[in-house]
Protein backbone atom coordinates (compact mmCIF):
# COMPACT_ATOMS: atom_id res chain seq x y z
CA UNK A 1 0.00 0.00 0.00
CA UNK A 2 1.20 3.38 -1.17
CA UNK A 3 0.53 6.87 0.93
CA UNK A 4 1.09 9.93 -0.04
CA UNK A 5 1.02 13.02 2.20
CA UNK A 6 0.45 16.52 1.33
CA UNK A 7 1.49 19.74 2.75
CA UNK A 8 2.57 23.41 2.40
CA UNK A 9 -0.95 24.94 1.80
CA UNK A 10 -2.18 27.78 2.79
CA UNK A 11 -3.59 31.45 2.55
CA UNK A 12 -1.35 33.71 0.40
CA UNK A 13 -2.34 37.45 -0.97
CA UNK A 14 -2.16 37.77 -5.23
CA UNK A 15 1.23 37.19 -6.39
CA UNK A 16 2.71 35.45 -3.72
CA UNK A 17 4.41 32.24 -3.53
CA UNK A 18 3.86 28.71 -1.98
CA UNK A 19 5.30 25.31 -2.76
CA UNK A 20 4.05 22.02 -2.13
CA UNK A 21 5.24 19.03 -1.03
CA UNK A 22 4.03 14.94 -1.81
CA UNK A 23 5.60 12.59 0.74
CA UNK A 24 5.24 8.79 -0.48
CA UNK A 25 5.63 5.88 1.51
CA UNK A 26 8.07 2.56 -0.17
CA UNK A 27 11.07 2.45 -2.36
CA UNK A 28 8.66 2.20 -5.32
CA UNK A 29 8.13 5.88 -5.54
CA UNK A 30 10.54 6.36 -8.10
CA UNK A 31 8.63 4.45 -10.52
CA UNK A 32 5.70 5.95 -10.52
CA UNK A 33 4.60 8.80 -12.81
CA UNK A 34 3.41 11.74 -10.60
CA UNK A 35 0.83 14.22 -10.68
CA UNK A 36 -0.43 17.47 -9.03
CA UNK A 37 -4.03 17.56 -9.34
CA UNK A 38 -6.69 20.33 -7.97
CA UNK A 39 -10.34 20.69 -6.84
CA UNK A 40 -12.18 24.08 -6.54
CA UNK A 41 -15.73 24.13 -5.61
CA UNK A 42 -18.79 23.57 -7.45
CA UNK A 43 -15.79 22.61 -10.20
CA UNK A 44 -14.22 18.93 -11.47
CA UNK A 45 -10.93 17.69 -10.38
CA UNK A 46 -8.28 19.30 -12.79
CA UNK A 47 -4.84 18.13 -13.76
CA UNK A 48 -2.79 20.88 -12.50
CA UNK A 49 0.82 19.01 -13.55
CA UNK A 50 2.81 15.96 -14.57
CA UNK A 51 6.23 14.63 -13.99
CA UNK A 52 7.01 11.10 -15.45
CA UNK A 53 9.50 8.97 -13.46
CA UNK A 54 11.82 10.18 -15.90
CA UNK A 55 11.48 13.50 -15.14
CA UNK A 56 9.43 15.10 -18.41
CA UNK A 57 7.20 17.70 -17.33
CA UNK A 58 3.88 18.55 -18.16
CA UNK A 59 1.79 21.52 -17.54
CA UNK A 60 -1.91 22.85 -17.78
CA UNK A 61 -2.24 26.18 -19.83
CA UNK A 62 -3.39 28.00 -17.01
CA UNK A 63 -0.54 27.37 -14.66
CA UNK A 64 2.38 27.01 -17.23
CA UNK A 65 4.96 29.83 -16.06
CA UNK A 66 4.05 30.30 -13.15
CA UNK A 67 3.71 26.80 -11.46
CA UNK A 68 6.84 24.32 -11.42
CA UNK A 69 6.45 20.83 -10.59
CA UNK A 70 9.63 18.49 -9.82
CA UNK A 71 10.69 15.21 -7.52
CA UNK A 72 12.96 14.22 -5.69
CA UNK A 73 13.30 10.00 -5.55
CA UNK A 74 15.64 9.94 -3.20
CA UNK A 75 13.20 11.44 -0.72
CA UNK A 76 10.42 9.70 -1.86
CA UNK A 77 8.97 13.68 -2.43
CA UNK A 78 7.07 15.90 -5.23
CA UNK A 79 7.34 19.50 -4.84
CA UNK A 80 4.78 22.61 -6.92
CA UNK A 81 6.14 25.76 -6.26
CA UNK A 82 3.80 27.84 -7.45
CA UNK A 83 4.54 31.71 -8.22
CA UNK A 84 2.25 34.32 -8.84
CA UNK A 85 -0.52 33.23 -7.92
CA UNK A 86 -4.26 33.95 -8.69
CA UNK A 87 -7.21 34.22 -7.09
CA UNK A 88 -8.49 31.34 -9.52
CA UNK A 89 -5.51 29.11 -8.23
CA UNK A 90 -7.90 28.66 -4.94
CA UNK A 91 -8.34 25.21 -4.66
CA UNK A 92 -7.74 21.65 -2.70
CA UNK A 93 -4.65 20.47 -4.07
CA UNK A 94 -4.25 16.80 -4.60
CA UNK A 95 -1.00 14.45 -5.71
CA UNK A 96 -1.87 11.72 -7.61
CA UNK A 97 0.86 8.47 -8.02
CA UNK A 98 0.50 6.18 -11.30
CA UNK A 99 2.44 3.32 -10.98
CA UNK A 100 2.46 0.05 -13.80
CA UNK A 101 -0.05 -2.13 -13.82
CA UNK A 102 -2.66 0.24 -13.05
CA UNK A 103 -2.78 1.10 -9.75
CA UNK A 104 -3.34 4.44 -8.58
CA UNK A 105 -2.89 6.56 -5.17
CA UNK A 106 -4.40 10.00 -4.53
CA UNK A 107 -2.88 11.87 -1.50
CA UNK A 108 -5.74 13.84 0.89
CA UNK A 109 -5.33 16.96 -0.01
CA UNK A 110 -3.96 20.32 1.07
CA UNK A 111 -5.61 23.56 1.05
CA UNK A 112 -4.70 26.43 -1.68
CA UNK A 113 -6.34 30.35 -0.76
CA UNK A 114 -5.43 33.05 -2.89
CA UNK A 115 -6.97 36.20 -1.33
CA UNK A 116 -6.11 39.94 -0.27
Known amino acids: QVQLVESGGGLVQPGGSLRLSCAGS????????MGWYRQAPGKQRELVAL???????NYADSVKGRFTISRDNGKNTMYLQMNDLKPEDTAVYYC??????????WGQGTQVTVSS
Open 51 to 57: VTSRGQT
Open 96 to 105: KADFPLGHTY
Open 26 to 33: GSIFKIAA
